[in-house]
T-cell receptor, first 112, second 113 residues
Framework: DAMVIQNPRYQVTQFGKPVTLSCSQTLNHNVMYWYQQKSSQAPKLLFHYYDKDFNNEADTPDNFQSRRPNTSFCFLDIRSPGLGDAAMYLC???????????FGPGTRLLVL | QKEVEQNSGPLSVPEGAIASLNCTYS??????FFWYRQYSGKSPELIMFIYSNGDKEDGRFTAQLNKASQYVSLLIRDSQPSDSATYLC?????????????FGKGTHLIIQP
């Protein structure tokens, strides 16, 4: 089945220790997104790629970076995680602009 | 700033009844509207999308869109306990380019057996 896969599902890191979350898709969608979702809050868009074109939301902290080496994979790098970065990180894909987004299962990040 | 508003609930509905979830949005030029279901600790799951004014039905779900009133709703007929979840309304705004969706905070729905 075509799907969006995220690894790991759970990630524990130490304060200030870099961490990388990964996302892959078999849907062959052009657009990939990273969202951050904290408890009882709406998903917050961090950035997205339309093919290789990177789009950063204005209020995404510099601590967050992303890479998309090919159509199938996208990575979220958190350079120096703080306690406030503990959240669920959601990867989503869509075929094109304005179309339905499909989410992966998410990675829950815990910062100690 | 684009905003999507939902009543956070909880909205409690008896099993077998119709659950009605509402959403308003601020960007008058918004084009696409989506409803997602999110179980606790899980990721959002797409239920329906609607682009044009009027109703769109899919099984027990009906999405209703009124662009003049900037209002979109989701009706769930014959509600089941498994429908208990948070329902997120998401809107694609009028901005060009490959931007993401603006999500509401969600309505927590409880179906009482």
């Amino acid at each position: 089945d075509a799907m969006v896969i995220q690894n790991p599902r759970y990630q524990v890191t130490q304060f200030g220790k870099p961490v990388t979350l990964s996302c892959s898709q078999t849907l062959n969608h052009n657009v990939m997104y990273w969202y951050q979702q904290k408890s009882s809050q709406a998903p917050k868009l961090l950035f997205h790629y339309y093919d290789k074109d990177f789009n950063n939301e204005a209020d995404t902290p510099d601590n967050f970076q992303s890479r998309r080496p090919n159509t199938s994979f996208c990575f979220l790098d958190i350079r120096s995680p703080g306690l406030g970065d503990a959240a669920m990180y959601l990867c989503a894909t869509s075929r094109s602009t304005g179309e339905a987004q499909y989410f992966g299962p998410g990675t829950r990040l815990l910062v100690l | 700033q684009k905003e999507v508003e939902q009543n956070s609930g909880p909205l409690s509905v008896p099993e077998g009844a119709i659950a009605s979830l509402n959403c308003t949005y601020s960007d008058r030029g918004s084009q696409s509207f989506f409803w997602y279901r999110q179980y606790s600790g899980k990721s959002p799951e797409l239920i329906m999308f609607i682009y044009s004014n009027g109703d769109k039905e899919d099984g027990r779900f009906t999405a209703q869109l009124n662009k003049a009133s900037q209002y979109v709703s989701l009706l769930i007929r014959d509600s089941q306990p498994s429908d208990s979840a948070t329902y997120l309304c998401a809107v694609k705004g009028s901005g060009g380019g490959a931007d993401g969706l603006t999500f509401g905070k969600g309505t927590h729905l409880i179906i009482q057996p």
